[in-house]
């Protein structure tokens, strides 16, 4: 990351406040209560394609996220990106594009060969926008 994309990325995180915001959400994924609630949640996936991308130095690759991830989810990829944390855009930001784009040129060809009506490409861009 070059010193200009640092400090813009950065930049949100400079008040203390902010940072402590951050720091109290990461903490809670260690709450049984937040971690049940996002198990709760996995069946929605159920019938989604989902890449599980990890890296192997991600505490929560410890805790066995992944694992969990990839039991309720039958259509999934998971990928653990060695001597990577938990932000694997920072880490590894070419090994998280490459991944990225080689399960969604699979979900291409395999939409494509399955001769499913869908667009993969706007199931993308739906999801992205949040409409």
Same mark, same amino acid.
């Given at each position: 990351?070059? $010193?200009?994309?640092?400090?813009h990325y950065t930049r949100p995180?400079?008040?203390?406040?902010?940072?402590?915001?951050?720091?109290?959400?990461?903490?809670?994924?260690?709450?049984p209560a937040t971690q049940a609630?996002?198990?709760?949640?996995?069946?929605?996936?159920?019938? $989604?394609?989902?890449?599980?991308?990890?890296?192997d130095k991600d505490p929560m690759?410890?805790?066995?996220?992944?694992?969990?991830?990839?039991?309720?989810?039958?259509?999934?990829?998971?990928?653990?990106?060695?001597?990577?944390?938990?932000?694997?855009?920072?880490?590894?930001?070419?090994?998280?594009?490459?991944?990225?784009?080689? #399960? #969604?040129?699979?979900?291409?060809?395999?939409?494509?060969?399955?001769?499913?009506?869908?667009?993969?490409?706007?199931?993308?861009?739906?999801?992205?926008?949040?409409?």
């Amino acid at each position: 990351m070059s $010193k200009l994309e640092r400090e813009h990325y950065t930049r949100p995180l400079k008040e203390r406040n902010n940072r402590n915001r951050t720091l109290k959400l990461f903490r809670s994924f260690l709450d049984p209560a937040t971690q049940a609630s996002l198990d709760d949640s996995l069946p929605a996936f159920r019938d $989604k394609s989902v890449l599980v991308l990890f890296g192997d130095k991600d505490p929560m690759t410890a805790q066995g996220w992944p694992d969990r991830w990839a039991r309720e989810i039958p259509r999934h990829r998971v990928r653990l990106l060695p001597g990577v944390k938990h932000f694997t855009f920072e880490d590894d930001p070419v090994a998280t594009v490459e991944e990225f784009l080689d #399960w #969604w040129s699979q979900e291409r060809l395999l939409s494509s060969r399955d001769g499913q009506v869908r667009d993969v490409d706007a199931d993308l861009a739906h999801s992205v926008q949040g409409d």
